[in-house]
């Protein structure tokens, strides 16, 4: 059974930096697969943040305006999130969700539990 | 990027009633477009990828339908625990986007 779990700081201050790590069990972070972040803000819909393959590509929302890394570690089965000059507008709810598919064509499957960042002033 | 309408934002509705959310397109995404379950406090789960495809486990009164721009996810009998949101999301491009969600409320 694939597991997926988001650990990191549930704090940060503003224009600090956000940091995120998805440990990954039941899987091979150099499967197939690539490896997503997504966000939700409390009490509103889902924002999909960026992805990342274990050879290192990554693929990101532009709406976050270079301000996310993200990045893999093999040794460790993990993949982790880095968000630059936080503000109060990213506090939110951050999962971390599996891509499985085939053919280009991929879901978002299983997910974190999630993880709550607040960013405070 | 790709913007995803659901429609409706919300809904009540009876145990065993038939419920139909609706996912339109702004550009063709072919079969792109999955279904998730998000219920208060809890993560989204997959309940139909590729449009109309069943996610292992989930019943069978859920189905999906369309491609192109104009997608359909149906319960065809809603049951208790299906009251949650429900968000469609295209994965035809990055950014992959959600639509906004709609929530299936108690009558």
């Known amino acids: 059974q694939v597991q997926l779990q988001e650990s990191g700081p549930g704090l940060v201050k503003s224009s600090g930096t956000l940091s995120l790590t998805c440990a990954v069990t039941?899987?091979?972070?150099?499967?197939?697969?690539?490896w997503s972040w997504v966000r939700q803000p409390p009490g509103k819909g889902l924002e999909w943040i960026g992805e990342i393959y274990h050879s290192g590509k990554t693929n990101y929302n532009p709406s976050l305006r270079s301000r996310a890394i993200i990045s893999v570690d093999k040794s460790k089965n993990h993949f982790s999130l880095n968000l630059d000059s936080v503000t109060a507008a990213d506090t939110a709810v951050y999962y971390c969700?599996?891509?499985?598919?085939?053919?280009?064509?991929?879901?978002?499957?299983?997910w974190g539990q999630g993880a709550l960042v607040t960013v405070s002033s | 990027d790709i913007q995803m309408t659901q429609s409706p934002s919300s809904l009540s509705a009876s145990v065993g009633d038939r419920v139909t959310i609706t996912c339109r397109a702004n550009h063709s995404i072919s079969s792109y477009l999955n279904w998730y379950q998000q219920k208060p406090g809890k993560a989204p789960t997959l309940l139909i990828y590729?449009?109309?495809r069943f996610q292992s486990g989930v019943p069978s009164r859920f189905s999906g339908s369309g491609s192109g721009t104009d997608f359909t996810l149906t319960i065809s009998s809603l049951q208790p625990e299906d009251f949650a949101t429900y968000y469609c999301q295209q994965s035809y491009i990055t950014p992959y986007t959600f639509g906004q969600g709609t929530k299936v409320e108690m009558k």
């Open positions: 969700a599996r891509e499985p598919g085939f053919s280009g064509i991929t879901w978002l499957d299983p």
């Open positions: 590729v449009a109309s």
């Open positions: 039941g899987d091979s972070i150099v499967s197939t697969n690539w």
